[in-house]
T-cell receptor, first 116, second 110 residues
Framework: DVKVTQSSRYLVKRTGEKVFLECVQD?????MFWYRQDPGLGLRLIYF???????EKGDIPEGYSVSREKKERFSLILESASTNQTSMYLC???????????????FGAGTRLSVL | QKEVEQNSGPLSVPEGAIASLNCTYS??????FFWYRQYSGKSPELIMF????GDKEDGRFTAQLNKASQYVSLLIRDSQPSDSATYLC??????????FGTGTSLTVIP
């Protein structure tokens, strides 16, 4: 079974703090993704990575950065947390980007972040 | 126009009935289609994927794909209260972009 592990289930931070969200997958997947999910807005892609040290902006990259130094680990960084970044953050991974069963995305349990 | 559209619901069905969830997509070149189930406060989990026109069955779940109409649906037979969740439709389109709908909330009434 694919396992995607996010380091924290719940996180409370203060405005202006630098926040790190960590995600690790154990299936040697090429691709990793960071989403945020808000009521009524669905899943929105923040960043994704298709290889070590490679990253692509998603739909809402502003205020975020990412790091992928090792294939299994993808970190999301909030440089200076703001209250509008309070959300559920979901990490996902997939074997390939090409369409078919190999681009199924598998999700971690999620991190519910509150910025006060 | 959104890439993937779903009726947000809520959809309520009695226990034992068939629940029908629908999804339309805009990119005619889309190739792979997925249904995820998400319980409240949890992350999405894959329940079905399909990439050929027609039906695909897995237990009580049937995914139906009609590429000409750009339409994909999920049928849940013999609905159970444990099926109460939000169902997300996802589409892998040309350029290998992956798009999610906003989800349909399903409640199965005992």
């Amino acid at each position: 079974d694919v396992k995607v592990t996010q380091s924290s289930r719940y996180l409370v931070k203060r405005t202006g703090e630098k926040v790190f969200l960590e995600c690790v997958q154990d299936m040697d997947h090429e691709n990793m993704f960071w989403y945020r999910q808000d009521p009524g807005l669905g899943l929105r892609l923040i960043y994704f990575s298709y290889d070590v040290k490679m990253k692509e902006k998603g739909d809402i990259p502003e205020g975020y950065s990412v790091s992928r130094e090792k294939k299994e680990r993808f970190s999301l960084i909030l440089e200076s947390a703001s209250t509008n970044q309070t959300s559920m953050y979901l990490c996902a991974s997939s074997l390939q980007l090409l369409a078919g069963d190999k681009n199924i995305q598998y999700f971690g349990a999620g991190t519910r972040l509150s910025v006060l | 126009q959104k890439e993937v559209e779903q009726n947000s619901g809520p959809l309520s069905v009695p226990e034992g009935a068939i629940a029908s969830l629908n999804c339309t997509y805009s990119d005619r070149g889309s190739q792979s289609f997925f249904w995820y189930r998400q319980y409240s406060g949890k992350s999405p989990e894959l329940i079905m994927f399909i990439y050929s026109n027609g039906d695909k069955e897995d237990g009580r779940f049937t995914a139906q794909l009609n590429k000409a109409s750009q339409y994909v649906s999920l049928l849940i037979r013999d609905s159970q209260p444990s099926d109460s969740a939000t169902y997300l439709c996802a589409v892998s389109s040309t350029g290998n972009q992956f798009y999610f709908g906003t989800g349909t909330s399903l409640t199965v009434i005992p």
